[in-house]
């Protein structure tokens, strides 16, 4: 158990839907990160947020969005949703900014989209 | 670019035997971290173990080991005395320097037969 933890764990909805993951880092983390994991695609970073801002943006798509809210959990928006988007999507948190720590990761969300 | 290139898609082993993944990564950041994550059948991503590039020293933990060739821009792992419960896809990960993202290879499939 790394101490992140995911909700749900497994979630179905159809396209044109919007959904929201939620992430709880390990006590005492303060950055969280967000990967989606697909078969075509492998482990893409999406986006990273330190202390409530946002840190680092990868190839997150303009319909997919994200906070860090006061007590550091985090909440990965997906909208408009299509069949492409069915992945595993990952959270993960760390100490710091990178260079402090290594990145834990929870167990993930699966989302399939009908 | 960061890469990182696993150029075994699977490898298989023998319970009890030792096996090596291999690893390369490019780079043009000075310091900087490699990593190994497990992701068993449950899809949970797992460390492995972590290497500093500014150690000389290869990690070890338990019966995981690394050989790491900075110049060659090289980080294998070496899995000794394999157990049933090593197999899974492992993942070799690059990250640090003025990025806080991993940037992940496309795994290897590790079998382990009894």
């Known amino acids: 158990d790394s101490g992140v933890t995911q909700t749900p764990k497994h979630l179905i909805t159809a396209t044109g839907q919007r959904v929201t993951l939620r992430c709880s880092p390990r006590s005492g983390d303060l950055s969280v990160y967000w990967y989606q994991q697909s078969l075509d695609q492998g482990l893409q970073f999406l986006i990273q947020?330190?202390?409530?801002?946002?840190?680092a943006k990868g190839n997150i798509l303009e319909r997919f969005s994200a906070q860090q809210f006061p007590d550091l959990h985090s909440e990965l928006n997906l909208s408009s949703l299509e069949l492409g988007d069915s992945a595993l999507y990952f959270c993960?948190?760390?100490?710091?900014?990178?260079?402090?720590?290594?990145?834990?990761f929870g167990p993930g969300t699966r989302l399939l989209v009908l | 670019a960061q890469t990182v290139t696993q150029s075994q898609p699977e490898m298989s082993v023998q319970e009890a035997e030792t096996v090596t993944l291999s690893c390369t990564y490019d780079t043009s950041e000075s310091d900087y971290y490699l990593f190994w994550y497990k992701q068993p059948p449950s899809r949970q991503m797992i460390l492995v173990i972590r290497q500093e590039a500014y150690k000389q020293q290869n990690a070890t933990e338990n019966r995981f080991s690394v050989n790491f060739q900075k110049a060659a821009k090289s980080f294998s792992l070496k899995i000794s005395d394999s157990q049933l419960g090593d197999a899974a896809m492992y993942f070799c990960?690059?990250?640090?320097?003025?990025?806080?993202?991993?940037?992940f290879g496309k795994g290897t499939k590790l079998s382990v037969k009894p």
């Open positions: 990960a690059l990250g640090g320097g003025s990025q806080g993202n991993l940037i």
């Open positions: 947020y330190y202390n409530g801002e946002e840190r």
């Open positions: 993960a948190s760390s100490v710091g900014s990178f260079e402090e720590g290594t990145q834990y």
